[in-house]
């Protein structure tokens, strides 16, 4: 009994010790790494309660070989050209009609509409399944309603490109960097072998006050209306006049995912 | 004590393989080689002070990496109160604008291998 109380006062006594000695050591680390970084947002951001992209697929499709669009959202964001289709990474593509808005689809449709290629990418869900399902928050759904993606965080399980009912997600099975015909922009990060991306709906450029990069190239090559960017939750906002003067669709409406791209047929 | 002779001439050895680093600096005149990150010339002050960066540049990136990313806020506000854009690409990479002559040089030293690289370029693109 003596030995053991002996015992339990020497390491107590050690324990304190060693806790005064190395508190004045550590508190300055632990205030320097711990303190939240003083920062601020971006001046002339561009904001929104909800952001969401409507496409005009009459338009869209009156310019059939027109890749304006995917080809300078996939330069900017040095997104590599595979072409086999196991390995592909895709931020926006074309998909036929058929496939796109399967529902839509039956055996009368008119041949040459059911294999017409529309334009495709992330539907920003406002239910999105590919969220709910990653494990690390990888992928979370922002304020304004952008489906973002953090590279730093992803483990490349691909939950997310399993809960996604569109395909909008693509995995890196390689070093996607030899793959980057284009010549790699510094500006912008690459990602690396065993992680998941997709359309972010250009946040580097919202920040700068800029539309994202399909739309306003689609603005110059095509003319205003074909691609239409904007907070839909604003009622003055165009987006939010054309889906109140035309009529609009979205892909695979049923889900309940709430897709936030809308499509003017 | 048995083999006081053995245990003598060992312990003595052992001091001079123990001690031999001073010894070979003083013999020669030169110390080991300390890494030498070239500075940028165009900035005399990066966005905290020297001692700052180089203590704790990686807990930074760290939290410029989040309130980035995360947190949608992008201009960091330095102790000095300067502002700064939170890009390691754009704002870290534009002085520092070769990653061989500047972070690797320390990085190689201490046998460091940041993940940064794997997506992050530096000015000229280098991987």
Known sequence: ?265 | MYDTGKIMTGLAAFLVMLTLPFWYSAATGKAGERPDPVLPKTEKKCVESRQYMRDYHMDLLNRWRDAVVREDRHIYVSQDGTRHEMSLNNTCMKCHAERAQFCDKCHKYLGENPFCWDCHLDRKGVM
């Open chain 1, 1 to 265: 009994m003596d030995e053991s109380r002996r015992a339990f006062l020497k390491t107590a006594g050690c324990a304190i010790l060693g806790a005064g000695l190395a508190a004045p050591i550590a508190a300055p680390i632990a205030s320097a790494v711990a303190g939240a970084v003083s920062a601020e947002a971006m001046p002339g951001e561009l904001k929104a309660a909800r952001w969401a992209l409507v496409v005009d697929v009459k338009k869209c499709l009156q310019r059939e070989n027109c890749r304006a669009c995917i080809d300078a959202c996939h330069v900017a964001h040095n997104v590599p050209l595979i072409k086999d289709p196991a390995h592909e990474i895709k931020w926006i593509w074309k998909e036929p009609f058929k496939d796109t808005f399967e529902a839509e689809a039956h055996p009368y449709l008119e041949k040459e509409l059911a294999d017409k290629q529309v334009l495709v990418l992330c539907n920003h869900c406002d239910n999105p399944p590919c969220v709910r399902v990653c494990p690390t928050k990888a992928t979370w759904k922002r304020a304004d309603g952008i489906v973002m993606m953090d590279q730093h965080r992803c483990i490349g399980c691909r939950y997310c490109i399993a809960g996604c009912p569109y395909g909008s997600r693509s995995f890196n099975w390689q070093d996607p960097r030899p793959f980057i015909t284009t010549g790699i922009k510094p500006e912008y990060p690459t990602r690396m072998k065993g992680v998941v991306e997709k359309c972010t709906f250009c946040t580097e450029r919202l920040v700068k006050g800029l539309a994202p990069a399909c739309v306003e190239v689609c603005n110059k090559v095509a003319g205003p209306g074909t691609m239409t960017f904007g907070d839909i939750r604003d009622p003055g906002s165009e987006v939010a006049r054309m889906l109140k003067t035309g009529f609009s669709i979205r892909r695979k409406p049923a889900l309940g995912t709430e897709p936030q791209i809308f499509y003017l047929v």
